[in-house]
T-cell receptor, first 114, second 111 residues
Framework: NAGVTQTPKFRVLKTGQSMTLLCAQDMNHEYMYWYRQDPGMGLRLIHYSVGEGTTAKGEVPDGYNVSRLKKQNFLLGLESAAPSQTSVYFCASSYATAGRGELFFGEGSRLTVL | LAKTTQPISMDSYEGQEVNITCSHN???????ITWYQQFPSQGPRFIIQ???TKVTNEVASLFIPADRKSSTLSLPRVSLSDTAVYYC????????????FGSGTRLQVQP
């Protein structure tokens, strides 16, 4: 049982470069989320999706884009990386809404922007 | 959005009961209260969820008073492996409401 899988797990970028983080879940969950966590801080919601083909902004969406073309995948893109985007990124999914159901998290993707 | 307030940190010893209280004064009628645990370099893990009164599972209990403006996570007989950050979340059944984690409570269990 893979659950929620994030790739890549580590990445180093230079300022201005672009990249995409992939989140895949095999639990047939409708809801998917992208969070970022800075050192010593809690998780902040970047974007989320309530179903295939839908996306919505969270608390800190600026500088990120997302797509949910397939139900099982949720992609997070950085078009022009900035040092302020150095963080650990967590993807999560849930069967029901996050407030009612259980969030299942991936292992995280550590991104460093130089 | 229901904002939550938790203590920044707590210390305990092995074998003790630990109670972590979360304040959520503006909780909405359809909001549930959920607690997550996070170890370093890992994603958070679901512990327990409740709406009112008391909920108990194999790892914790959740106490919610009648006014639901606060909740208490109770960890019985903690061990060193319970050292982690604990987050209290409040949210409802409307998918378009963002779910915020806050800073959590850092629990340190000592031998």
């Amino acid at each position: 049982n893979a659950g929620v899988t994030q790739t890549p797990k580590f990445r180093v970028l230079k300022t201005g470069q672009s990249m995409t983080l992939l989140c895949a879940q095999d639990m047939n969950h409708e809801y998917m989320y992208w969070y970022r966590q800075d050192p010593g801080m809690g998780l902040r919601l970047i974007h989320y999706s309530v179903g295939e083909g839908t996306t919505a902004k969270g608390e800190v969406p600026d500088g990120y884009n997302v797509s949910r073309l397939k139900k099982q995948n949720f992609l997070l893109g950085l078009e022009s990386a900035a040092p302020s985007q150095t963080s650990v990124y967590f993807c999560a999914s849930s069967y029901a809404t996050a407030g009612r159901g259980e969030l299942f998290f991936g292992e995280g993707s550590r991104l460093t922007v130089l | 959005l229901a904002k939550t307030t938790q203590p920044i940190s707590m210390d305990s010893y092995e074998g003790q009961e630990v109670n972590i209280t979360c304040s959520h004064n503006n909780i909405a009628t359809n909001d549930y209260i959920t607690w997550y645990q996070q170890f370093p370099s890992q994603g958070p893990r679901f512990i327990i969820q409740g709406y009112k009164t008391k909920v108990t599972n194999e790892v914790a209990s959740l106490f919610i008073p009648a006014d639901r403006k606060s909740s208490t996570l109770s960890l019985p007989r903690v061990s060193l492996s319970d050292t982690a950050v604990y987050y209290c979340l409040v949210g409802g059944d409307t998918g378009r409401r963002a779910l915020t984690f806050g800073s959590g409570t850092r629990l340190q269990v000592q031998p």
